[in-house]
């Protein structure tokens, strides 16, 4: 490992960043690791949708957290949400250049963990029965 100024080690590969562009990198990144974002994004790289249509393509989000996800993924310019003057308004959500530019990653990253799935499901089993082992051996 390199040491960096002020004796902090750095991993291999590790890339310097400008001042603040860590900063920069985790904001993004909390927006799109979060639980939902991802599998708006997704859903949204179809083609644009309907408030109603993206809660029924998202197994298990509830409207509060889709509500939240679109108004954060608006503000980061990922989604664009359009108003249309009918009675009632219909609002439709889209993604915007910069989230379509988000759709190789997320996907690369689902390919990736279908691809793994039974490697990371075998991996959490040894974990689990590890643990299992050392509470077991702790509680005598």
């Not at 310019?77 to 759709?103: D, H, N, Q």
């Amino acid at each position: 490992m390199r040491t960096a100024q002020g004796g902090t080690l750095k991993s291999p590969g590790h890339t310097d960043h400008p001042e603040g562009a860590c900063v920069a990198i985790r904001e993004v990144l909390d927006r799109v690791g979060d639980k939902w974002s991802v599998l708006v994004v997704e859903r949204l790289g179809g083609g644009p949708k309907r408030f109603g249509e993206l809660r029924r393509s998202v197994e298990g989000i509830s409207q509060r957290m889709l509500t939240l996800s679109l108004r954060a993924l608006e503000r980061d310019g990922i989604v664009t949400r359009t108003v249309f003057p009918t009675v009632p308004p219909s609002v439709e959500y889209a993604l915007t250049p910069l989230g379509r530019t988000l759709l190789e990653p997320i996907c690369g990253l689902a390919g990736w963990a279908e691809k793994n799935r039974e490697k990371i499901q075998s991996a959490r089993e040894r974990f689990d029965a590890r643990a299992k082992r050392s509470r077991d051996l702790t509680a005598r």
